[in-house]
């Protein structure tokens, strides 16, 4: 594990952090999550209970950004997208034979993912429109913590996403890995475009999408990412002192 902005982040490459995926899927419940800057920067101010995040077994950095931080502190910090990790799990023939739940795509973009997948054994669980703490969503909850499924992709929109991974341990499961993935479902179905891969190497995916979708990731992007350097420098640099 490296430490970087009081996260633990996984170490090695990507076949090894996909291996252990694999390997928490057959074993007792855990989750995964992904932080990007946006996830680092709520889980700072306080807008993401630390203790989601705590409580995550597995954290998988998902932005260059960050490992280009850490790289000025002398860390090295792995990136591995959400989106490539759920693309190569499916992907895995040493994931065949694993009843994988897809939560947050409707129904068309699940047969889409079907389709593509063939040979992945994929698992639909609806999920409603979902407002933590109300009673649809703990029914949403407790319907997710009892189904039968070994990998539960968690495509909602953070924060979520990594609560309702973390309530699935409240309310009693007991086995399998959940997966706080996001859009991913949607880039491998082509219902969004990544950013080209000129943009992923010149650490501009963010600028791709703000420039797709400039509405909606102007605050996100603009207004509020800016933050995260001041947050490294309270955290790796004062902190450090």
Known sequence: MTRFMTLDFAGGDRPAML????????GAYGYVVTPNVDHVIKLMDGRVPREVYE????????????AHLARLRGVRLPVYPGSDLTADLLA????????????GPDRAAFDELAARYPRQTLK??????LVPGTLAWRAAVAHA?????????????FPKQE??????????????????????VDFLTGRQQRAPRIFQQLSLEWLHRLLSQPRRMFRRYVIEGPAIFGWFVRTELMGSR
């Open 92 to 103: 895995s023939p040493a994931a065949e034979g694993l009843v994988i739940a897809v939560f």
């Open 124 to 129: 639909f669980l609806e999920a409603p429109m």
């Open 55 to 66: 409580g995550a077994d597995l954290k998988v950095c998902d932005s260059r950004i960050l």
């Open 19 to 26: 291996d252990r995926v694999i390997g928490m899927a057959r």
């Open 145 to 157: 913590a009892h189904a039968e499924w070994d990998v539960l992709l968690a495509c909602v929109s």
């Open 163 to 184: 609560l309702f991974a973390h309530a699935l341990r409240a309310a009693g499961r007991k086995t399998g890995v959940a997966l706080c993935v996001g859009a991913s």
